[in-house]
């Protein structure tokens, strides 16, 4: 033993296992809770492996650390006192009564720095000098006693009854359970009372087999007439509940303890004696133990199942990745839908003045003649297309029309009322829609994934009106004629008039001399009096805007009653990049609008989230590698 004893980290090669070690239970932890709080919660038998049989342990120096545990009145204050040398730990009839857990430890390992802080790290708590056996009535940090000189050179616990409590409420277990995940070996203490008892045999084994495994040594307390082949039995019974039926190479020893009415007294220690093999007794077989080969074993079985229920866990928090990533779709998707909502009318008279300038504008300067000396003609052609229109409708005669951009402008307010209260219900919603790639198939329904609902509360706290009102003051810049639809608007008219032929340039002349608005086909005239007979309609599909696989609009042209089949691809080549331009303009300013003053928060909460999660990810991914993982140096002896 020297003074260096223990280490925070362990000396040579181990020391990189250590650091792996501490690289994995420091970022599993954060990725799980960042992802979803219940997987963390999940994760803390996990934590607690690492913690106690493994960060704690790596100095091969660090004695043997033996718990006795058993339900109440097994009789493990006795044997500890037995075991320790001395009257430490108080004993009676009552149940429950030790609270907290008491070390017995060698005073050779008591004076070396640091120790005693090492031994409580699995705690939490360095343990105090017992100042009365009182202070174990009462629940807290543990506490240690110097055990004698004669003593085995191990550090014994001494801990609470797992099963004092009922219905499920077991108020030891919490004291119990950290003291038995810290140990090396166990020391199980049972009667015939409870030697089959279902509930503290799956606690004793989950404790041993639940991460890794450890050794046992199996103590049954029972009344000094059952027979040797009994006691055998029965203690075979409880090695088999424990392990399974590969328990043998487990069981340390086995080991009966005769009731005696003077040991639980305090007036007489107790006789243990084992039940097969030579005769070794309770302490030489602590004695004997190869506390180094014992550790290896400890760590060689833990690290495996470390680092495959890491791997276990890394996989679903990958999987509720992919729900976060599938979520932030369903929002998009949303969103999408909404500003198809919103711009489902087309500003037809905007747009389409607006090209006919353009249009103009580039004329030659003998069309743009022509136009000027259509005058003349101009206004009892408009006369008669005005009557024909209104011989078509079924308005009552001399009805006003309405303005139509006044009119657009009502459309497009209510669209975006529409819009913004159904997106803002559809972000409060726990399932959301989202269908598959390419628009297919039915659309299936994505839960909010843990991580966004504190999000989502604080956007539900926000006030709506707040929300529409901030969208409806920028109404007029979605649903103008910006910059960007000006510009695809001249780019058309110069694709359009390069391809003109002698035939169509002629035509313009002859469309010219009439003063109506000039496009290919006569387009302005025919956007602004539709069909006075039959009212058929060219459809213009838009899709693919903005990432937004479900946004698409159908825009409604009326044409002239007996347009030709040519003329008519020719306006729909010509009108469906305008449409289109503008409604990739609004949708751009739109899906600013709505992600500044409705979903900005919820995606970028998202994207904070997942930018997190996959580094966490990443990096708990290159510790788990092979060369890499906390697997590498299993056969070191650190």
Not at 562 to 567: N, P, Q, V
């Amino acid at each position: 033993m020297t003074a260096a004893l223990p280490l925070s980290e362990p000396p040579g090669e181990g020391r990189a296992l250590h650091r792996r070690l501490l690289r994995l239970r420091q970022g599993l932890p954060r990725l799980l809770e960042s992802l979803d709080p219940a997987l963390g919660a999940e994760l803390d038998p996990w934590c607690r492996a690492i913690d106690r049989r493994l960060l704690a342990r790596f100095d091969p120096r660090f004695p043997l650390v033996a718990a006795i545990c058993g339900g109440g009145s097994s009789g493990k204050s006795t044997l500890f006192n037995a075991l320790a040398g001395g009257r430490f730990s108080p004993v009676g009839a009552r149940a429950g009564m030790n609270r907290r857990v008491l070390f017995a430890v060698p005073s050779s390992f008591a004076a070396v720095a640091g120790f005693l802080e090492a031994l409580g790290e699995p705690f939490g708590a360095t343990p105090r000098p017992l100042g009365s056996p009182e202070e174990l009535f009462a629940p807290g940090e543990p506490r240690f006693v110097l055990s004698a000189p004669a003593a085995p050179p191990v550090i014994l616990l001494d801990t609470p009854d797992f099963d004092t409590g009922g219905r499920g409420e077991y108020v030891n277990r919490p004291a119990a359970q950290a003291a038995l995940e810290a140990a090396d070996v166990l020391i199980y203490l049972f009667t015939n009372a409870t030697y089959a008892n279902r509930d503290n045999t799956e606690f004793i084994s989950r404790m041993l087999t639940g991460i890794g495994r450890r050794r046992c040594l199996l103590v049954y307390r029972c009344y000094a007439s059952y027979a040797a082949a009994e006691v055998e039995e029965h203690t075979r019974t409880v090695a088999r509940n424990l392990y399974g039926d590969d328990c043998e190479p487990w069981i340390v020893g086995r080991f009966r303890l005769d009731e005696d009415n003077r040991v639980a007294d305090g007036g007489h220690s107790p006789r243990v004696s084992a039940i097969e093999g030579d005769g070794t007794g309770l302490a030489e077989t602590l004695l004997g133990l190869d506390v180094g080969e014992l550790r290896r074993e400890i760590h060689a079985a833990t690290l495996a199942a470390v680092e495959r229920q890491a791997a276990d866990f890394t996989a679903r928090a990958r999987a509720e990745l992919e729900r976060l990533e599938g979520y932030r779709e369903a929002l998009l998707q949303a969103q999408g839908r909404a500003i198809r909502r919103a711009l489902a009318h087309f500003p037809m008279e905007a747009v389409v003045r607006r090209f006919a300038a353009v249009w103009a504008a580039g004329d030659p300067p003998a069309v743009k003649f022509m136009r000027r000396a259509g005058a003349v003609v101009e206004f009892p052609f408009r006369a008669v297309v005005g009557l024909i229109r209104r011989g078509g409708r079924k308005a009552a005669a001399g009805h006003e029309k309405a303005d139509p951009e006044q009119a657009y402008a009502r459309r497009l307010e209510e669209d975006l009322v529409a819009a913004v209260t159904g997106l803002h219900q559809e972000l409060l919603q726990p399932l959301l829609p989202i269908t598959a790639e390419g628009g297919r198939g039915s659309a299936a329904r994505i839960a909010v994934p843990p991580a966004m609902r504190p999000a989502l509360d604080d956007f539900s706290c926000k006030p709506f009106r707040e929300m529409l009102a901030a969208v409806l003051a920028r109404r007029e810049a979605i649903g103008g004629v910006g910059p960007e639809t000006e510009a695809h608007l001249e780019r058309i008219a110069r694709h359009f008039r390069a391809r003109m032929g002698f035939r169509e340039k002629t035509l313009q002349t002859f469309w010219a001399s009439l003063n109506v608005l000039p496009a290919v086909a006569a387009v302005s005239w025919v956007l602004t009096t539709g069909d006075a007979a039959g009212g058929t309609a060219l459809k213009v599909k838009l899709a693919g805007l903005l990432g937004a696989k479900d946004l698409y609009a159908l825009v409604a042209i009326p044409v002239t009653h007996g347009l030709k089949e040519a003329d008519r691809r020719q306006l729909e080549e010509m009108l469906s990049p305008i449409a289109a331009g503008w409604l990739e303009e609004s949708s751009a300013r739109l899906q600013a609008v709505l992600e500044e003053h409705l979903s900005a928060s919820l995606l970028r909460r998202l994207e904070e989230i997942l930018k997190e999660a996959r580094t966490r990810a990443d990096t708990i991914d290159a510790v788990l590698s092979p060369g890499g993982g906390p697997g590498a140096g299993c056969d070191d002896r650190p």
